[in-house]
């Protein structure tokens, strides 16, 4: 039986593979990107760290 639910985007929690292990639990889960301060976004090089996500992560809010 599959059901909804929601994870709380969480500061070092949330990242793709924890994304990926909540859909394997339920396609209906409802994902989010890590929570992630703006100035790591602005002064950090590796940008990508943060926003990346795999297909079957989708849709990521």
Do not use: W
Not at 10 to 29: E, I, Q, V
Not at 47 to 52: A, E, G, L
């Amino acid at each position: 039986m599959d059901r909804t639910f929601c994870i709380a985007p969480m500061m070092g929690r949330t990242d793709t593979h924890f994304r990926n292990l909540c859909r394997f639990a339920s396609k209906h889960a409802v994902l989010f990107t890590e929570m992630v301060h703006s100035n790591a976004l602005l002064k950090n090089k590796r940008i990508d760290k943060y926003i990346q996500k795999t297909d079957i992560e989708n849709p990521v809010v």
